[in-house]
């Protein structure tokens, strides 16, 4: 078996200090650009690579972070990861990722797991489950027992630990706005549970929007079930048996199974029923239909998290709330039925 290459065998062969050659493998030290040139050519010939389990024994940081996310398959989450993973490896962390599956067993698992892997931090986008009132209190206590210093992203408990979100309220109030605007009284809702903070935020907003035209929301109009395409599907069955003339979806994910069950049963968007998402994913903007809906600035969300890690392991002040705006994207899938 071949011998692993040390720092100490590139000094030697570059007839320089090791802690020269350290330095310079370490990103670190005012040391000439030339120098920094040909210590890394010869590392790299020679086949070195870094040590980062002795490196963390010394510095005591592993330069890893945490990354939980409920469905990996959700292309908002996918695309929250991309970036994150990015903008992380510019403050030289690199990630760990973990998909509960929206489990809190999961969650639990994959915290104490990440703990004994000794990573720095931690970005948490807990489960549903996770979320339920009834669990809080218990997942909180798990959080507190690994002592790694964490963030929240998108859904967080109520506490001082830092969270990145979008303004719920303001999305869900928008697109209530525009419906009502369009001529449509009669709105179904498909949310996600509403254990979510995103779900109870954006029927905030909505019911913030119709109380504003002294118009009810029929308990009857509001399907909550989960962020995906089968939940559309289900939500239109229940809400077009309702004659609503507008169906809002929590997520864009639920709207594609509105999209499905509608061309299913013979009708069409917006023609017999106008649609709205929300997240505006990559697919929203090439249907057949193009789909209104609220825009989430994925890449911004990830730039503000990565920022409030970054400070929180420096030992730096952190907000303990980054509220990001969104925006309303509006397309062809909403009938104005005041004309």
Not at 24 to 32: A, R, T
Not at 245 to 257: E, H, K, P, R, W
Request: proline share 3%; with cysteine; hydrophobic share 35%.
């Amino acid at each position: 078996m071949q011998k692993k290459v040390t720092i100490k065998d590139v000094a030697e062969q570059l007839g320089l200090s090791v802690t020269t050659v350290s330095l310079v493998l370490n990103n670190k030290g005012d040391i000439p650009e030339s120098t920094r040139s040909r210590i890394r050519r010869v590392a790299e010939d020679m086949g070195y690579h870094p040590d980062y389990m002795a490196r963390s024994l010394v510095t005591g940081k592993s330069h890893i972070v945490g990354v939980l996310v409920p469905d990996i398959s959700n292309q908002f989450f996918a695309e929250t990861v991309r970036h994150l993973q990015t903008e992380l490896n510019n403050y030289g962390y690199d990630i760990i990722l973990c998909n509960s599956e929206e489990r809190m067993d999961n969650d639990i698992k994959y915290i104490e797991w990440l703990s004994g892997r000794r990573v720095d931090g931690l970005v948490l986008t807990l489960s549903a489950q996770s979320m339920q009132e009834e669990n809080r209190g218990k997942m909180q206590r798990v959080l507190d027992g690994v002592k790694i210093p964490y963030v929240f992203l998108d859904r967080y408990y109520e506490s001082n630990t830092p969270k990145i979100l979008v303004d719920n309220v303001d999305g869900g109030y928008r697109v209530t706005k525009y419906l009502l605007d369009s001529g449509h009284t009669n709105i179904g809702l498909i949310t996600g549970p509403m254990s979510l903070n995103s779900s109870a935020n954006r029927l905030e907003g909505v019911q913030k929007a119709m109380a504003e035209r002294g118009i009810a929301l029929p308990k009857e109009n509001i399907v909550s079930l989960s962020y995906d395409m089968d939940s559309g599907r289900q939500g239109a069955e229940v809400l077009i048996a309702r004659d609503v003339t507008a169906i809002f979806c929590f997520n864009d994910l639920q709207a594609y199974g509105v999209f499905a069950y509608v061309n299913e049963h013979g009708m069409k968007v917006p023609d017999d029923i106008s649609l709205v998402g929300f997240d505006d994913i990559f697919y929203s903007s090439i249907l057949e239909t193009k789909l209104t809906t609220v825009r989430q600035h994925i890449r911004q969300m990830a730039l503000e998290t990565c920022k409030v890690v970054g400070n929180l392991l420096e030992g730096k002040p952190c907000p303990t709330e980054v509220k990001l705006t969104t925006e309303l994207i509006v397309r062809d899938s909403v009938k104005d039925i005041t004309k």
